[in-house]
């Protein structure tokens, strides 16, 4: 998977991943009074809106971009049917080719991660027959309780050709709690680096490993730090736009090749019609202000890579 | 929900509480034909089959105990059918007056993590409305995103009257990889049990905070250390029994006022029938077999706790 994912980066020469996590004040209100006319004011009323919205945004957009990241949480907190949305989603953008990254950060211990790793990536076995959950291409995983919370990942991965992208610095303010402590000299996100580039070695794709990593755009001289120290790793960077990441800002979390990086946008593009520069297309037209957004943020990266050049 | 949880333990006598984990291979035969005669071998016979086999454990020993605690992974693997069983498991708790603690270890930055914390302990606004998503009492939560990560949980509980179970030690051989390098002078874990022990201090119930922890039965010496940092705060307690842990271990777990933590035990529990010692039960009785096994942990736990005094 991550050779297919390598693949439409080259394609679109986008190497960005659009964040589907919808929240119901960045929908269009036509959608939500069409949603609730339906369902009432329920969470099978909300759930409905979300898949509405993000069909519309996938539609716009799905021939620039290689690949797409729900968020569940975004799903989840609305119960049940929130996570038919997910799954919805799930499968709706699979159909169109593009490659899937749940951002579900899991992680538990031994026989808990491998339920988990099946649900997202894997297949149960139920009597006779075999089944897939959800099956995202990707999942995201916390490794807070170390490796035999993350190996179950890693073989179902082998198993069903699937990846995982695994927490190591995080995009957010406090991030640093922990994650910078030091350890013998060097913070706590080094020696996770570290491991997540050992266990991808024993995982390759062609040129890069299917065990990636996450590192926050927010963090970019760290970034340049934990590129070196995992170069085979490609790495998910969360935080461009909204949380004040930059493209110029992410030019070392790529490597040499241009590859080894993908930048996700999540509200900066699905929630672009609320943001003055893209306010001209109207709520009615969002989806054609995320496409808009999405070839802004691709000429910002390219651009940025290609200015390193 | 913290004060309740302990006006339980002190009703029952029992500082336990039964993890509800069920793998189908755990399952008695005469459940899951059922379940696959209505439902075939599908993910919906699958959440048939725990479901069933859930309600027959409760019914078994809700009188017994304060508490239960769902492991969602067991439930997610088998995609929304399993999460529907998830959610039913919760609601027939709560109606036997159960306390419900979600073992969830969710955990993300700002407001993805406010919304795990709606759904899962609060409530989402849908229009003029607001429902809740999976309503557990208590949730477990990953702190490696740090402070920012942990807040919005913090701030449901808050308004919802809930608690949480923050992952400081965890019960799994490799936990130590991360959790036990040293910083300062002192672990990672002793870290996060500080920060644990300043977040529940702002969040108190009557005598204990409903900000908890987590931390292995696996591990008593750090556990007798962490009592220690974490003085207010209740401690869940994973890894009795099928992981090892036994009750003359976990005595230093507890205050001197015999409360402060709680003990889970999953397989040993909900899969008693197919250990030696309640084999005689047979697998139509295994609710029965599972009552027996409560008993005998009641009883080991309380026998360390006197024998302490």
Request: charged share 25%; glycine share 12%; aromatic share 10%.
């Amino acid at each position: 998977m991550i050779n297919k994912l390598i693949e439409k980066i080259r394609k679109t020469n986008a190497p960005i991943v659009v964040g589907l996590d919808p929240m119901l004040n960045y929908i269009p209100r036509h959608i939500q009074e069409k949603a609730f006319q339906e369902y009432g004011e329920t969470l099978e009323g909300a759930a409905e809106a979300i898949w509405q919205y993000n069909k519309g945004i996938v539609d716009a957009v799905y021939d620039l971009i290689p690949a797409v990241k729900p968020q569940i949480a975004m799903y989840e907190q609305f119960g049940i049917p929130g996570l038919q949305a997910y799954k919805k989603t799930i499968d709706y953008c699979k159909e169109k080719d593009l490659v899937v990254i749940g951002d579900i950060k899991r992680g538990d211990i031994g026989s808990t991660s491998a339920a988990y790793a099946a649900g997202h990536l894997g297949r149960v076995q139920v009597g006779s027959k075999t089944w897939a959950g959800f099956d995202e291409d990707f999942a995201t995983v916390n490794p807070y309780l170390g490796s035999d919370g993350v190996k179950p990942f890693i073989e179902v991965c082998k198993e069903e050709n699937k990846g995982l992208f695994i927490l190591v610095k995080t995009s957010n303010p406090s991030s640093g709690e922990f994650q910078d402590r030091v350890i013998e000299g060097r913070p706590l996100y080094e020696w996770v680096g570290e491991k997540v580039a050992q266990w991808g070695e024993e995982h390759m794709g062609s040129g890069y490993s299917y065990i990636g990593a996450v590192v926050g755009a927010t963090y970019p001289e760290m970034g340049k730090t934990l590129r070196k120290i995992m170069p085979k790793t490609f790495i998910l960077v969360p935080g461009y736009g909204a949380q004040g990441g930059k493209g110029a800002d992410l030019v070392h979390f790529f490597n040499e090749d241009g590859l080894g990086a993908i930048v996700n946008s999540s509200r900066g593009i699905i929630a672009a019609y609320k943001q003055e520069a893209y306010a001209a297309f109207g709520e009615l037209n969002y989806a054609d202000a995320s496409r808009k957004a999405v070839e802004d943020m691709i000429e910002d990266i390219s651009g940025a890579l290609n200015g390193r050049k």
